[in-house]
């Protein structure tokens, strides 16, 4: 084939092919993608936006949990308040960087984070705690996601069920001793606490 390019060359039926790497193997070895055209700028055209698309896979195929975190932090830090940004960093600098910091967002997996889930809770953290660092955890993969063209999917992961608080009821003597209390010292809201506790015992 004549060459007429650095990544163009022409086929002995006329046709251009142009060539641009895709991505990288395990082993680290470049894996072409090749384009045709029936003229030289036609398939150098179509080198050009592969490569440019190729470029941002790659960059989002290799971009980890860490990256993504100080980018996302700086687009949401004029958005939330001061004390929900704290949250954020709690959460991300205590728990998920330790554990992901260095892993690639795209090779993020169910197994990987339901492990993680299941080390917090054997660590004695809440499981609506647990739940509220994987809200925070998937906001921050969403935005990476919209940034940087790959696709995650978490359906897989299983969250712990949110404990519910139990609700204590007074006894029978304490009640007496409130309804004693607000009738003795009546108010616009001891009234309105005193029907309650009527309502309750009937």
């Not at 082993?27 to 993608?33: D, I, L, R, V």
């Not at 998920?96 to 090779?107: M, N, Q, R, S």
């Not at 009546?186 to 015992?201: D, K, V, Y």
Request: with cysteine; net charge positive; glycine share 6%.
């Amino acid at each position: 084939m004549e060459k007429t390019g650095i990544t163009i060359t022409k086929r002995k039926d006329g046709r251009y092919v142009g060539k641009f790497i895709a991505e990288y193997a395990d082993n680290g070895k470049a894996q072409y993608h090749y384009v045709y055209g029936k003229t030289y700028e036609e398939a150098e055209n179509k080198v050009l936006i592969g490569r440019e698309i190729a470029s941002r896979y790659l960059s989002g195929r290799y971009i980890t949990v860490s990256k993504v975190y100080r980018e996302w932090l700086n687009a949401v830090v004029n958005r939330v308040k001061e004390s929900t940004l704290a949250n954020y960093r709690n959460k991300f600098e205590k728990h998920i960087l330790p554990e992901f910091g260095d892993i690639p967002c795209a090779d993020l997996t169910a197994g990987r984070i339901n492990a993680f889930i299941n080390k917090k809770l054997a660590d004695g953290l809440s499981a609506s705690y647990v739940r509220d660092i994987f809200t925070v955890f998937k906001t921050m993969l969403k935005y990476a996601q919209e940034e940087y063209g790959f696709r995650l999917s978490l359906k897989n992961v299983t969250l712990p069920k949110a404990e519910k608080k139990q609700v204590e009821k007074i006894s029978d003597e304490q009640q007496k001793k409130l309804v004693s209390y607000l009738k003795a010292n009546m108010s616009i809201t001891a009234f309105g606490n005193l029907l309650s506790e009527q309502h309750l015992e009937n």
